[in-house]
């Protein structure tokens, strides 16, 4: 069972452009978790997702970013116009139900330029 | 009310030495902590967890104390070696049916242990 794939690993783009992060959940998972991580800080909550469905995104910037997690493929995080402060890890974390471990994929490292 | 408050921001310990992290909540809904290990440029995986019922809770070399009158909860690693060294995360969350099972992280503390 293959764990919890964050795809590109790093990302660079430069200021203005749009930024695409995808994870791919674990097998049987369909709940899946979106934190940010600046250097030198904790994981912050972002989004949480079910198939089709945006359950919590109290997290979330109110402009440029959006989620979505369609019934077929991975989730996906996009962030639109990238400025230097949105320049972090972005990790997903998949769970099989609500109140159940979290698995965290590798994450997306972006560089914004 | 939603921090998670994490000390100290770093520590050095000599090989088999008994590193202490700890933790502080407010919000009395959490009732799930899990502590976390990060090496750099993975992402974190989850060394142990712990449930206000029990004030102790033991997993090989670590260990995790939970005082909840305190609101107060701590790492130990017993017999700490150079491979622990890596960012530990506590965090927190509540499992009721209000919450959404998001995860409060502290700040993270960076151990190194020396041979």
């Known amino acids: 069972n293959a764990g919890v794939m964050q795809n590109p690993r790093h990302l660079v783009r430069r200021r203005g452009q749009e930024a695409r992060l995808r994870c791919s959940p674990m097998?049987?998972?369909?709940?899946v978790y979106w934190y940010r991580q600046l250097p030198e800080e904790g994981l912050k909550f972002m989004v949480y997702l079910q198939k089709e469905n945006i359950i919590d995104e109290s997290g979330m910037p109110k402009e440029r970013f959006s989620a979505e997690f369609p019934k077929e493929g991975p989730s996906i995080l996009r962030i639109q116009q990238v400025v230097r402060g949105d320049s972090a890890a972005y990790f997903c974390?998949?769970?099989?139900?609500?109140?159940?471990?979290?698995?965290f994929g590798q994450g997306t490292r972006l560089t914004v330029v | 009310q939603q921090q998670v408050k994490q000390s100290p921001q770093s520590l050095i310990v000599q090989k088999g030495g008994i590193p202490i992290i700890n933790c502080a909540y407010e919000?009395?809904?959490?009732?799930?902590f899990p502590w976390y290990q990060q090496f750099p440029g993975k992402g974190p995986a989850l060394l142990i967890a712990i449930r206000p019922d029990v004030s102790e809770k033991k997993e090989g070399r670590f260990t995790i104390s939970f005082n909840k009158s305190a609101k107060q909860f701590s790492l130990h690693i017993m017999d700490s070696q150079p491979g622990d060294s890596a960012t530990y995360f506590c965090?927190?969350?509540?499992?009721?049916?209000?919450?959404?099972?998001?995860?409060?992280f502290g700040q993270g503390t960076t151990l190194q242990v020396k041979p």
């Open positions: 097998k049987g998972h369909s709940h």
């Open positions: 974390a998949s769970q099989e139900g609500m109140n159940t471990e979290a698995f």
């Open positions: 965090a927190a969350t509540s499992h009721g049916s209000s919450n959404t099972g998001k995860l409060i």
């Open positions: 919000n009395t809904a959490f009732d799930y």
